[in-house]
């Protein structure tokens, strides 16, 4: 996986967040192919598959969540944004340290 490929996956994962927080069980199923993918490229070592966990939960959350909880959870998405921002990063460090 190269930069260019990780910021892709990490883009589409903040799109999929952009979605909910709502009951979305396809976005749901996207977002877990893409960190699947990513925890299963040669580059992800501990640290990526921790973040990966991370994100995986609260989108877990975000996009399957119950309609009554909708407005609880609004302010939740800059905590998403923050764990794929982190993922990304972990991601990056990763992928430069694996071609070195």
Known sequence: MDFDEAEQLCDALAE??????VQDAPALVEAKAILRKITHAPEANAHVRARASDVERALTGWLDADERFHRVLKDYRKDIDALIDRLHGAMREATRFKTR
């Open 16 to 21: 999929l967040a952009s979605k909910g927080p």
